[in-house]
Every structure is written in C-alpha cells, then in structure tokens.
C-alpha cells in the first residue's frame, strides 16, 4: 500500500462547479499537509498548507484534514477554466522535510 | 525576486551514460530538494540539502547523488542511465527547509534516457 493515495482522475466538470479533491494516507507521522498545483510543462506551486485536523480557506479554495480519518480534501468553488492543472497532495512528518506526494488528479474545467 | 531556476530544461542520453543538473535556488534559500516525477510514481523526494549538507534522502539507488555549494546552487549526478531514469527532474527551495517553510519548486528538466 502506497503511503499517500489519490485518485487519478481525470476529472472533467463545468464552468462554476464545486470541485472536491481527496486524498487517503497511512503513515499516522503525516502532520503536515499541503495542496499543490501544476499546470502542464512547469513546476508545482503550492495552494493551501494545514498543521491541524480543521477547514482552512483561502479565496475559493478550502482545504480539509481529517486525521483521525486520514483523509484530506480540497474544495474549489466557482471553478473557472484557469484552474485546469494537475492537483498534487502532500504531506510531511515534521521532522524532516520530505514531503510525500500523491500521485496527483487531472482538472479540466470547461467553458 | 527570481524564481528557482533550472538548467537544462530538457536533456536526451542514451543508456550507460551520466548526467549532470543543476538548481539555482530563489535568493537567501538555503535548502534545496530534489523530486522525480514520472507518469508512473509521480513525485518522488530524492535528498534535501542545507549548508552543503545531505541533510534526507529518498529510496534511490547510489547512482542518483548531489551536492550543494556554498553559494545554495546545488547539482544533481545520475551515473550509468537507465531507460527507467526518463523523468522529469524538478529542484524546490526553501529558507531553511523547516516544515513550515514553503517549497518553491522550479520548472524542471526533463531527461529523456534512449
């Protein structure tokens, strides 16, 4: 079993859609999460960071951990076809930073 | 404020032979990491430096290495290349490499082993 698992995808939805990404994890030393995003050709830039089980929102971006669960989501409100790109979980121990990624999923937004 | 650059962005070797690549952090960044990412595997964490110091490493075998300079550019070695080597390469740095430092990554290189 792969530490970080995360649907593949691809996904493909419309102009304005709410948009949930999620990934499962099995290493409980996991304390940091992070979203990233990569669009075609260039290098991940990071979304959203959470410490703790909880929402944070950013704009229209929310991110979700849930430890107990070992699951985390990203939500992305009122889509727009700019957000097109692969979306990549992270996480990290804490004690060193390797971050562990998941495989990412495939966004299109379409117009 | 310059991004993290890499050089060069794409590369073609053939089997046997040894590759070198280079990372230029963002300015004052003093830890530098290295990913793999395939279709496959996705992204990968190959080692982390700070201070000229291999501070983590990845599960790769010897012929992936680095070093990182005293100026924070730093260079990856893959030696003996294997077709399973094509992938694209991508360097992230960060103030110190702490978690909750931001990793900011370059845009890559891409090699391409025949």
């Known amino acids: 079993q792969k530490e970080v698992e995360q649907d593949p995808g691809p996904l493909s939805v419309p102009e304005g859609a709410i948009v949930s990404l999620n990934c499962t994890y099995s290493n409980s030393a996991f304390q940091y999460f992070m979203w990233y995003r990569q669009y075609s050709r260039k290098g991940p830039e990071l979304l959203m960071y959470t410490y703790s089980s909880g929402n944070k929102e950013d704009g229209r971006f929310t991110a979700q951990v849930d430890k107990s669960s070992k699951y985390i989501s990203l939500f992305i409100r009122d889509s727009q076809p700019s957000d097109s790109a692969t979306y990549l979980c992270a996480m990290s121990e804490g004690s060193n930073y390797k971050l562990t990624f998941g495989k990412g999923t495939l966004l299109t937004v379409n117009p | 404020k310059a991004g993290v650059t890499q050089t060069p962005r794409y590369l073609i070797k053939t089997r046997g032979q040894q590759v070198t690549l280079s990372c230029s952090p963002i300015s004052g960044h003093r830890s530098v990491s290295w990913y793999q990412q395939t279709p496959g595997q996705g992204l990968q964490f190959l080692f982390e430096?700070?201070?000229?110091?291999?501070?983590n490493k990845g599960n790769f075998p010897g012929r992936f290495s680095g070093r990182q300079f005293s100026n924070s550019r730093s260079e990856m070695n893959v030696s003996t290349l294997e077709l399973g080597d094509s992938a694209l390469y991508l360097c992230?740095?960060?103030?110190?490499?702490?978690?909750?430092?931001?990793?900011?990554f370059g845009p890559g290189t891409r090699l391409t082993v025949l």
């Open positions: 430096y700070f201070s000229e110091t291999q501070r």
């Open positions: 992230a740095s960060s103030l110190f490499g702490t978690s909750t430092d931001t990793q900011y």
